[in-house]
C-alpha cells in the first residue's frame, strides 16, 4: 500500500501480536507481563511499516525454533536448565526497547511509508532501517552464539557468555 496502510494496518498488527503473544503465554513462555509487553513491542513494529514487522518476527521464530534446538542435551549439561522459564515485561523489554524506539522516530518522520534503504535519496530513513535491521542482527547473533555453544562445545569446559 502506498502511503502506509493505517488504520488497517494497524488493526491487523495488534491482532497479529496479540494472537502471538497470547499463545507464548498458553505454551507458558511469557508471564502476563512479557505477553503484554509482546502485544505492545509487535503491534507497534508490526504498524509501523511491514518490513520492520516482519524482521522482528524472523527474529523471534528462528530464536524459538534455536532455543527448541538441542533441549534434552542442554538439560543434561545445565545444572540451572529450565524447559518451563518464562520470559518477563523487563525480558521482553530489554530485549526489544531499541527496535521500537527507531520504529517510534520512524513512524514520527516517515509516517507508515515503507522506504528502501537508499543513502542518497533519503539518508535519515535509509540509517534507521539499517539501525533497526542491524539491532536484530546483534540479538540473533547472541541468541544463536548462547543456544548453539551450549550445543557444540557441550563437552568441553565452557567461559560463561552471558
Known sequence: MPGGGGLLQAIFAFLSAGFIAFRGFKKNRLTKGGALAALM?????????????????????SSSQLTKFGRK????????????ARRGLEQVLSCSATAVIYSLVWLTMFSQNDLPVDYEANFIASFLLCSYMGFF????????????????LSPFPQICIH
Open 41 to 61: 513491542v509487535g503491534g507497534t513494529t508490526l504498524a509501523v511499516t511491514w518490513r520492520f514487522g516482519l524482521c522482528l518476527l524472523l527474529f523471534y521464530y
Open 137 to 152: 542482527a546483534c540479538c540473533n547473533g547472541d541468541t544463536y552464539i548462547r543456544q548453539l555453544v551450549q550445543i557444540v
Open 73 to 84: 542435551k542442554k538439560a543434561k549439561i545445565e545444572a540451572d536448565h529450565d524447559q518451563d
